[in-house]
């Protein structure tokens, strides 16, 4: 129950500090867009994409909390790095996996940074939240399975060497997760640039013909698995919107401590003033919130911990709303030019909030899992 | 709906011309490409379509006396016109020819100006941008550090205006400058410059949503001659003045707004995800969507001669872009995940929508944050109600 | 569509004003709680209660409206006097009633101001609003009518003289409207003083016989009429919480302009005017939507006005809460006690929202007619 | 819930004993009481009997060293003990002489008046009340006008002391004065006077609900011994800053919040209104109140020691405040016009609710208005938060 930084977290939330600095370091909203390989090295390098994986699986066997530490340090970069769905998706994933040679051989590429890995399971563009249904089917034929379907929402789609895609086995309710290489014949990956510089997919699968071993196995059912990678999803997701939140604040009071406008500064209107603690009062809303579900998470598992993952992740939205509206307005206009960073993170915020499930989705978990109705 | 059973008879009968005068002329592409513009300005190719279409009526120009070429409607009328305009869709009006210039032209021009600058606003000769705040002065116009000099018959510009809406597409600029060095209001005048001008240059400013409204445009010793002067050398502020007046009545957003939310409500009735707690929300906002058209029509139109009417104007202006910025980010909330994916029907709306590929409704909801900044911020027009409701108290 | 008073409305609001100042200028906000029957001896003599009555019907005639600026004038009186529950249910039914024997004596003598009025329609106390099942039983017995039920928030309930009941004939669904006097046999009617000074009341219905002429008639369904004068309650009550929220505000910017902190006057502080400002923002609303609710209900009656009443209803709520709120925490502590009229007011506010249909079923009534969902 | 795995095994252990204790000795009338209570504060009479039962183990006084008669709990087992005993409705004690006399008098007083003054709070014989705010200061202590004279071995008050909690009940006070004319803040003295002595005079002030919270205390020539000081003459400044920063710390919201939180569910769940929209609203008040209750502990609990202390008991003071008033806010809105009825059964629950016949959830709502107003308006936190926002901009 101590709130400060721990010495590793603080050592953590320092080297990222560091990256950022180094490499991260932009005056304008849309400086670099494009995925740097070199960069996604260093993460790999640092051991940042094993995080919160097991020691044996090659990780550093951290909990939960401390990834979602590192991914609320690392925010500001505003990155087009797609670090938080890989840890979150396809790391979550991977590491919950039964060992297997396909597996093992994945999990180790995607580690060194060589690969990247994403999980096709939504089907809907408007549905991409918790529980839908799954209408692709993998059908057995002798020692291969043949997948038919079409799959929405997919980040990193495009960019990423496998796909762990969904689907139900024959007609029967179990659910697979099946890898899939990128080059795979049949496979048609639609890719979309997502306006903060993300990168989603579109998927079909036309009669995608796998060998049996490109299931992945697990030791409890596959929907609670993925349903699992989702929620640590959203987690992350959160600790992102923190951080950047976080960050916009700063600009903010900055930006209010230099301006003048009829010869006075203008943070020493009071009427500005208690703005801005409205937004630090939000920021500290936020931040409770996901210490909460940080420490929930790790003593019980992300699944567990829905409610409060879900609590973070909505008040996360509303924050986000807040701090992006507000600093735009207290920039004035040049808060709405793409030459400050501002710009940048309100379009992060925004995607935040769309992605992982958005308010109104995770309202229903919560609402449903503190028995509000 | 608004005024079923408020309008006078020739009101009614009017509003029914101006129905039909919609059904007839205004085709469903250029609605639906107004729709899915991104900016929040008017676009001038579509504009420039609709006024062609408008002109025989003398529509584009209502608030402009017949003698100058306008309809010469009255205040009710012209709103009338707009509300309906906006509500089926109508593109919107390029308003620094029409609402400003001409209207200033004529209050403060010579014969001559007149004659000069009217009729060439009217007919789309001129397309016209405003050069007002300059960088580090944000609303306050006072710090206008632009200087003119004056040698022999000719005044040499230096400086810079920026958020300068269309630099790009118009052929002049009316500017505040400082024609002495002392920091009083006489030392401002008011011009009228050719942006072909040698010595003009216009820097692009992008949003971040990558669209292109706004510009700095620099004035590096570029000569005008003495006429291009609006009113007296010294008179600048008044002329400003009276041009800032002209917003309050010139503008009608409550069928732009309703045609918006209308929309949204379409897109909350065929939305795939349960949106329980948002009908709600939408309920609400139509209730002070419902007030807003109230109030914008008997504080802004119906109330023209009143002594507080520049409070009435901030008024104005708060509430509508504080309701628009609600609309648009309800939007969001209702398509979901959606709003990820661009649409690519959308894009090029506008010869200004040139950003990064998003949903409209999207682009629109980031663009239109600047609403509650342009034309001075919320915060400089909850000053100038503050100051209206203590001069109220006093009395 | 002019906004400006009229010289009859500007009239209307000059007397009341005049009345205010005379009667009911009190600093301090418990000051009479008692009805004044001289008060309403006056109202009846300045022809007030019957504003929007029917010259026929001894009344002024005028427009719904006009009565709606009146109410809006006396409000900051506060009064204890029920003018705003007696005009609008009572007056409005015995004027739309046919004329018959009964009710032209009943009439007659609540137009002198000599008898109130009560109308007894809902049954139950958390359901004091629209289109609520009546239980109430008259059985037809002879020549007389037996009635048996129960009924809940009767505002006047106890000091009424006569109290208007709707009941079920037989086992119909067709609705009476029947004159029942305060000493009827089997009537028992329980007070309950509200804690903004009105009055309302139980009443038991204990096989009370009544002549078949206590039955009013009316040209429509006496359903409709009851519905419609719940309408013209919910208006009026709109109207009063207008004037009560105009009243706040006087109050609030007077108490900042006079009070100094840390030498200054409060009212330099720019944080406070901007809450004056947004004060003011939310009176204009309500202005607005009571501007519509007006004309619509002079236009087209208040039945099909439903939806604009609710609308001004509900932001009456809003704006109530919002003013009631802003008005104590800008007073400060002084703004707590009963020595102000702000306190008063407050509770006028809360009253006002609880009577007449509360938001939430406003807004359900709002949504319906507007088909958002 | 809150806790579930983050409390070390003693602490758990801890958790469970307070728990045990409570279910022994927390009988449902008491609970029933202070439930059905209009005031905000603590009521002396049922606040005496569950001292009385706390006593034994020193959980009345837990902040209080074992050697001055508390239990000597750590800040995060009196924040346990707190929590619990707010979230199952344990009475509320009245603060002034457990949470600010002893600690004060154990840190400024002579061994004597320790010896007199901390045993007295502790065994309930004294009951205290504070005369800080005076007439037109508000939260401006510094201009308190309120003035000692010294005559001999006496000092002589005059004056008037507002606002003060409890007058009507308490037997002692204590006071901040100005013992010098000039306007520093070395002219003011701390005191504590006997409310018996000659001169002393108590004017209720009623709130607008009827009840009896606060009062106006006057002073006519009060003669108080010189002992009655604490701390030196010239040094009330230091020992009033001191008192004000107990408060952090010393109270916990959460489990009470919590607890109204939970009632008001109940009660939405057995309402026969439809209310849809408001669950969502719940929900939302379910979140901030959860960020609410881990706010204060790692702000006003876990972080004691923090630099930035002030700024953050500022933070908690304005976040449960505006909580607590939005669930009394929610709470008329569930219950609708049954509002409007006075529960006969719910009057008198406390001997300061004397007010107007209204239902217990409705006189909380009123009289919790006042929560955002006393200890130093939200204003006043916000611009102390602010003051805080602006030293960390500079490290």
Redesign the interface.
């Known amino acids: 129950?101590?709130?400060?930084a721990a010495p590793e977290q603080q050592a953590l939330i320092d080297s990222a500090v560091r990256l950022l600095q180094d490499h991260y370091s932009q005056t304008t909203?849309?400086a670099r867009t494009e995925f740097d390989a070199e960069r996604w090295q260093q993460f790999a390098e640092l051991g940042w994409l094993g995080t919160a994986l097991a020691e044996g699986n090659g990780g550093l066997g951290l909990p939960e909390s401390m990834l979602n530490i590192l991914v609320e340090a690392l925010a500001p970069a505003a990155m087009p790095e797609p670090f938080v769905s890989q840890v979150s998706l396809a790391g979550y994933l991977l590491n919950a996996a039964s060992p297997s040679a396909r597996r093992d051989e994945c999990m180790a590429k995607w580690l060194a940074g060589d690969e990247l890995v994403a999980l096709a399971h939504h089907e809907?563009?408007?549905?991409?939240?918790f529980g839908q249904p799954v209408h692709t089917r993998a059908t057995a034929r002798g020692d291969e399975l043949v997948v038919q379907g079409h799959k929405a929402?997919v980040l990193d789609g495009g960019r990423a060497d496998r796909l762990l895609v969904s689907a139900r086995l024959n007609d029967s309710a179990a659910m697979l997760l099946l890898l899939v290489p990128q080059d795979a014949p049949g496979l048609e990956v639609t890719r979309?640039?997502?306006?903060d510089g993300r990168e989603?997919a579109d998927v079909d699968l036309n009669g995608v013909v796998l060998s049996r071993d490109a299931r992945l196995e697990f030791a409890e059912p596959v929907a609670t698995r993925i349903d699992a990678a989702l929620r640590s999803f959203a987690l992350h997701l959160a600790a992102d919107s923190l951080g950047t939140a976080k960050a916009l604040f700063k600009l903010s009071?900055?930006h209010l401590?230099e301006r003048e406008?009829?010869g006075v500064k203008l943070?020493e209107?009071?009427?500005?003033?208690?703005r801005?603690?409205?937004m630090?009062?939000a920021i500290?809303?936020?931040?409770?919130?996901l210490?909460?579900a940080r420490?929930?998470s790790d003593?019980?598992g992300v699944s567990s911990a829905r409610e409060?993952i879900a609590?973070a992740k909505?008040?996360a939205g509303v924050v986000g709303?807040h701090l992006a509206?507000e600093s735009?307005?207290l920039h004035?206009?040049i808060?709405?030019?793409?030459?400050l960073l501002?710009?940048?993170y309100?379009?992060r915020l925004?995607?935040n909030?769309?992605?992982g499930g958005?308010?109104?989705?995770h309202?229903?978990v919560?609402?449903a899992q503190?028995a509000?109705? | 709906m608004l005024f079923a059973g408020q309008l006078s008879d020739e009101q009614a009968q009017f509003r029914e011309e101006v129905r039909a005068f919609l059904a007839e002329h205004l085709d469903a592409g250029m609605v639906a490409a107004d729709d899915a513009q991104r900016s929040m300005v008017a676009d001038p190719e579509r504009s420039k379509a609709w006024i062609a279409l408008l002109r025989p009526r003398g529509w584009h120009a209502g608030h402009i006396a017949k003698e100058f070429g306008g309809a010469g409607l009255s205040p009710i009328e012209n709103y009338i016109l707009h509300y309906e305009m906006g509500l089926h869709g109508a593109p919107a009006l390029p308003p620094m020819g029409l609402y400003y210039v001409a209207p200033t032209a004529i209050e403060f021009g010579t014969q001559a100006q007149r004659d000069e600058i009217v009729p060439r606003v009217l007919d789309g000769s001129d397309y016209w941008c405003q050069g007002f705040s300059e960088p580090g002065s944000g609303s306050d116009l006072a710090s206008v550090a632009m200087f003119a000099e004056r040698r022999g018959d000719a005044y040499f510009l230096n400086g810079s205006k920026i958020w300068t809406t269309d630099a790009q597409h118009a052929n002049k600029i009316f500017c505040l400058v400082r024609t002495r060095r002392e920091n009083t209001r006489d030392a401002l005048s008011f011009m009228l410059v050719d942006m072909a001008a040698a010595g003009v240059t216009v820097r692009p400013i992008r949003l971040f949503s990558g669209d292109h409204d706004f510009n700095q445009v620099f004035f590096d010793d570029v000569e005008i001659p003495v006429e291009a002067l609006l009113g007296e050398e010294g008179n600048g502020w008044a002329v400003a003045k009276f041009l800032l007046d002209i917003e309050r009545g010139a503008f009608v957003f409550g069928g732009r707004l309703r045609r918006r939310f209308v929309r949204l409500c379409e897109r909350a009735q065929n939305c795939a995800t349960p949106l329980a707690g948002l009908w709600d929300k939408l309920a609400q906002l139509d209730i002070e969507l419902l007030a807003y058209e109230v109030t914008e029509l008997r504080l802004g139109h119906a109330a023209l001669d009143r002594s507080n009417a520049d409070a009435e104007a901030s008024v104005v202006k708060i509430e509508w872009t504080e309701l628009a910025q609600r609309i648009d980010e309800l939007h969001i909330a209702i398509s979901g995940p959606e709003t990820l994916y661009a649409d690519a029907a959308a894009r090029g709306a506008s010869t200004r929508d040139e950003g990064i590929a998003m949903p409209d409704w999207l682009a629109g909801y980031f663009n239109n944050r600047a609403a509650s900044i342009y034309g001075g911020s919320n915060e400089v027009q909850r000053n100038l109600v503050y100051r209206a409701l203590k001069q109220q108290r006093r009395r």
Request: contains cysteine; charged residues 25%; hydrophobic residues 45%.
């Open positions: 129950m101590d709130f400060h909203s849309n809907a563009r408007e549905q991409a939240c929402v979309h640039a997502t306006f989603l009071h900055e401590a406008q009829f943070v209107f009071q009427a500005l003033q208690h801005l603690v409205d630090q009062l500290t809303r936020l931040e409770s919130l210490a909460l420490t929930r003593a019980d409060f609590a909505i008040q709303r509206h735009v307005q004035g206009a808060g709405m030019t793409e030459e501002v710009g940048r309100f379009k925004t995607a909030e769309l992605l958005t308010g109104v989705e309202l229903r919560f609402r503190r509000l109705s």
